[in-house]
């Protein structure tokens, strides 16, 4: 929760002023599909088997952190979206996964560089938009 949420608030509650004076700021949460209400709780998700309570919980709540920053930056040229990269071979996942780390880095490069008036307030994986 520290790492995954507080230090993500913290950056952001940092780094507010200066993104209000850009022209066309992105503010990028890299969230987990894992975060998802839907695939915690719906034994269909293909997700509903990965039972990791702190990490699920962490991702939840810096969507949430999504939600309510969208509502609160809306009519500002800030956009801000949660996505998760897909499942990436890092050291977070003993180097398991069917993305090399490039792949797992460009949909949040793209989130990053969206065109002005884009999508805010979405949460988006490899799949397209994710349910919360
Ligand atoms: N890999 C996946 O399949 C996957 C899937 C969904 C979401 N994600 C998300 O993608 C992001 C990047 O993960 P990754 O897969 O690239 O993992 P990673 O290779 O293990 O990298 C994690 C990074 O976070 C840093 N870090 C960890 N705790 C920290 C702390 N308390 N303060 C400052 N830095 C800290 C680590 O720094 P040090 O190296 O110095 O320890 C490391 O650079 C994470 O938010 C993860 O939840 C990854």
Known sequence: METNFIG???VTQAMLPLLKKSKAARIVNLSSTLGSLW???????PY???RLLGYNAS?????????QLNAELRGTSIAVNSVSPGFV???LTDHRGFMTPAEGARLPVQYALLE?????GK????DGETPW
């Not at 991702?59 to 939600?67: E, V």
């Open 48 to 50: 509903y088997s990965q």
């Open 39 to 45: 695939s915690n709780s719906d034994p269909a998700s």
């Open 89 to 91: 071979k890092t050291d």
């Open 123 to 126: 949460f988006v994986g490899p």
């Open 116 to 120: 002005d008036g884009a999508v805010s």
């Open 8 to 10: 993500a608030v913290a």
């Open 59 to 67: 991702k939840a709540a810096l969507n949430m952190l999504t939600a």
